[in-house]
């Protein structure tokens, strides 16, 4: 509030307030000088406190100011805080980042220097793209690839062979092409029989696709 200019309002609006006309001392005014405050302002300020005050008391802070502050509240699947604000947003994180860093431009996320989700030490956050959530992800070695796959975690939800909405072939018409191809039939004859690119009998006949099937 001491960054507030003479004759603006308190609750950092940007607006004027009007001159006091008479004397209120129990709310602090003074006649023929501008009010603290435009009419319902004030609580703004209250409500942005108690919300804080309701934000905090769900942190830990015991690592000390260069420490991680986990979120002691509701998180989300991926190990998120959520908290719900007055400014919409229902992560902790990204409400911490606004509370001490300011606003967040539009397009931007909040990324974690402690690749911590829980945290909410504002000196561990700071704002990126998309491009670099996902470069700063890989580098942290949490990219879903490898091992980590979800055609390897999770097989029985990708779908293959015939199921796949993209399939141009059935599964017998593929043993039929790798049995035929055995017997000299020459690949080229095989894609215009079946309508598929010659690469698409190649990659069948070495199980580049298709690896599924015997």
């Not at 302002?41 to 690592?63: C, G, P, W, Y």
């Not at 091992?147 to 018409?173: F, W, Y």
Request: net charge positive.
């Amino acid at each position: 509030m001491n960054d507030i200019p003479y004759g603006y309002c308190h609750c950092g609006c940007g607006e004027k307030t009007a001159i006091c006309v008479r004397d209120i001392p129990w709310q602090g005014y003074k006649r023929g000088e501008p009010r603290q405050f435009l009419r319902g302002h004030a609580q703004r300020i209250r409500l942005t406190e108690n919300e804080h005050t309701r934000f905090m008391a769900k942190v830990d802070t015991s690592a000390g100011p260069d420490g991680c502050w986990p979120f002691l509240g509701s998180r989300s699947p991926f190990g998120y805080g959520i908290f719900r604000s007055r400014g919409g947003d229902n992560q902790a994180h990204r409400y911490a980042y606004k509370h001490w860093n300011g606003p967040i431009p539009a397009g931007l996320f909040v990324l974690h220097d402690c690749d911590n989700p829980p945290c909410v030490n504002p000196k561990h956050l700071h704002l990126g793209t998309t491009t670099d959530n996902m470069r700063e992800r890989s580098k942290r070695g949490r990219a879903p690839t490898g091992h980590k796959n979800g055609h390897v975690t999770k097989p029985e939800r990708t779908p293959r062979g015939q199921v796949h909405g993209m399939a141009l072939l059935r599964e017998a018409d593929v043993l039929s092409i790798r049995e035929l191809v055995a017997f000299g039939v020459s690949q080229r004859k095989l894609a215009l029989r079946y309508g598929v690119s010659t690469y698409t009998i190649w990659a069948i006949v070495h199980r580049r696709n298709w690896k599924h099937l015997p």
